[in-house]
């Protein structure tokens, strides 16, 4: 065994590729994505190493496609849940010993795989299964999720050399233990970076985790458990199920030996976990650390200063970029009225040269919503925009299901702060409007802080100081990441630590040591050198 000090690379992010016509990248793409469309992948789930396939399979589709079949996974049960549980428990003791610069090791050649030979089978997976243009795809599927297998190592690394302080004659020190159980890591749809930083994190700290990826993007999870395996991950240390919500998710949130749970997705998924956890907390042998981000109605609050072109850009690609699916996007804007009819018409002009249809032509902005529900879902709010409820379509506003679940970039004004859109989550290409009086700038920056439950992101416009100064104070609780002229999206690893609060979730920032100190438990060593030999201290001497 070597007994150096190792130093982990100093990371940096991944540098994102253009895609533009003539450059390398691109033809290297669109090879991929046709190649991807033909390859049927028969998708497993993976227990202690070993492809586990039940019988019972369901397709992976486009969502800009619904016709187009990408191929099948299999459908777990309680008991491959329990079975996933078992080999994680049986994987941990191994790799809780194993040294950090093997683990470590591990994901650092994960990041530099994914960076290199696998980079455009990762960015076609989302293109195919996601619905993303090459651009969203390539700051998503590859440059985030290598930031995050990069950025995490030296963050492990810090927490490790964290240590107090010693008086002479003794040594004090810290261990920072995985926990004593298995994580349990649950991911969304929208982003591929996020499917596998959930997994990931924990398990670099030493943890055994069961991942359950969301079921419509199964196409693109099944690239992240091969990769894995390709950089050397051990057998059991991460493993992937599939299947019912409530059956996998109350099997494993039941289980005595759950330590933690990792979860990206909606507030009510989590608050039923959280409750769930709460009913449970006599039975288990530890109690579990709870990381959630769970969605935002984000804010960009525009002041009367704020320069006109550059408030339309952040809006169109605030609100519409990804079609508006990213936790992050832009939902609701407040506009000072004497800004209003000068911003409407370059919105209208941005808006008017935003192309929509698949990511296989790398014309389109803009592509399909993730499925019916989501494409159901969000028309399910237009019947409510009619000028007797107080609102109106400025932009947008159809949509078509006919080939692929397709809505327009849709831009509602409406002449209350609180009105249905402006209130609710619709996580997609909707962004409402609400106008209010210049002099009344503090008086709606309270409206603004009061509207929504949700606490995520959120953005300022201006040039005056002033503004942003009372802006940032006003808003201090309203949004975990805040931006100032800025579109409040695009959070990069080792640069903005994201997450919010409030009913977005607990704000343990991804893509910072903030959530993997949340993955260990800490044991203090003192060590004395030389013990005293007798009991009496010196105050007891003489009378």
């Known amino acids: 065994m070597s007994n150096a000090i190792f130093r982990v690379p100093q990371p940096t992010n991944e540098p994102i590729k253009s895609y533009a016509p003539g450059t390398p990248e691109r033809e290297a793409l669109k090879a991929k994505f046709k190649e991807l469309a033909s390859l049927q992948p028969d998708i497993p789930m993976v227990i202690d190493g070993k492809a586990v396939r039940t019988g019972k399979v369901e397709e992976c589709r486009s969502p ?3 016709s187009k079949k990408l191929g099948r996974f299999h459908v777990g049960t309680k008991k491959h849940a329990l079975d996933a549980i ?12 194993t040294p950090f610069h093997d683990r470590a090791a591990v994901f650092l050649r994960a ?25 969203q795809a390539e700051i998503d599927a590859v440059c985030e999720l ?14 490790y050399e964290n240590q107090p302080g010693s008086l002479p004659g003794m040594w004090n020190r810290v261990e920072y233990r995985p926990l004593e159980g298995f994580v349990f890591a649950v991911s969304p749809f929208n982003f591929t970076s996020i499917s596998g930083n959930l997994p990931t994190a924990p398990a670099l700290m030493g943890n055994a985790v069961v991942w359950k990826p969301c079921r419509t993007t199964m196409f693109a999870a099944h690239f992240i458990m091969e990769l894995l395996h390709a950089a050397g991950l051990p057998d059991g240390v991460i493993n992937m199920v599939t299947g019912n919500s409530s059956e996998i998710g109350t099997a ?16 009510g998924v989590f608050q039923w976990m959280w409750k769930r956890i709460g009913e449970n907390i006599a039975k288990y042998k530890t109690y579990p650390r709870l990381v959630g981000e769970t969605g935002g109605k984000d804010f960009v609050f525009m002041h009367a200063s704020a320069d006109l072109d550059c408030a339309a ?17 832009a939902s609701r804007a407040y506009i000072p009225q004497s800004q209003w009819p000068k911003l409407k018409k370059k919105m209208e002009e941005q808006l008017g040269r ?43 506003g159809k949509a078509s299901d006919k080939k692929g679940w397709f809505i327009e970039p849709t831009v509602i004004k409406a002449s209350k702060p609180d009105f249905i859109t402006m209130r609710e989550e619709l996580f997609g290409p909707v962004l409402t409007l609400y106008i209010y009086p210049e002099k009344k700038f503090a008086e709606t920056l309270k409206i603004c802080d009061k509207t929504s439950p949700y606490a995520l992101t959120g953005a300022v ?54 959530n993997l100190i949340r993955w260990v438990s800490t044991r203090t060593t003192k060590e004395l050198f030389v013990p005293p030999a007798d009991f009496p201290y010196p105050f007891m001497n003489g009378n």
Not at 111 to 135: C, D, I
Not at 313 to 329: P, W
Not at 356 to 374: C, H
């Open 111 to 135: 990041a530099e795989l994914l960076a290199g030979p696998w980079r455009q089978v990762f960015n076609a997976a989302a293109m195919h299964t996601l619905s993303k243009n090459a651009y």
């Open 64 to 66: 800009h496609d619904h």
């Open 461 to 514: 416009l201006a040039r005056d100081r002033a503004a942003i100064r009372q802006a940032s104070d006003a808003l201090i609780h309203a949004a975990g990441n805040f931006y100032i002229n800025d579109k409040p999206t695009g959070a990069v690893v080792g640069q903005q630590p994201f997450g919010g609060s409030r009913a977005s979730g607990t704000n343990d920032k991804a893509g910072s040591f903030l």
């Open 354 to 396: 935003v192309k929509m249809g698949s990511p296989e032509d790398f014309r389109n902005f803009m592509n399909a919503v993730i499925d019916k529900a989501a494409y159901d879902s969000i028309t399910g709010y237009f019947p409510h925009v009619k000028p007797r409820n107080g609102a109106s379509f400025v932009f947008g």
């Open 86 to 97: 078992k080999a994680a428990l049986k994987a941990r003791k191994s790799w809780a010993a």
């Open 252 to 267: 494993v949130i039941d289980h005595p030996d759950l330590a933690g749970v990792h979860f990206t997705g909606s507030t």
């Open 146 to 159: 290598v930031d995050f297998w990069r950025f995490n190592v030296k963050y492990a690394q810090d927490i």
């Open 313 to 329: 850009t952040a809006l169109t690609r605030g609100a519409f970029e990804y079609q508006g699916q990213k936790c992050s996007a």
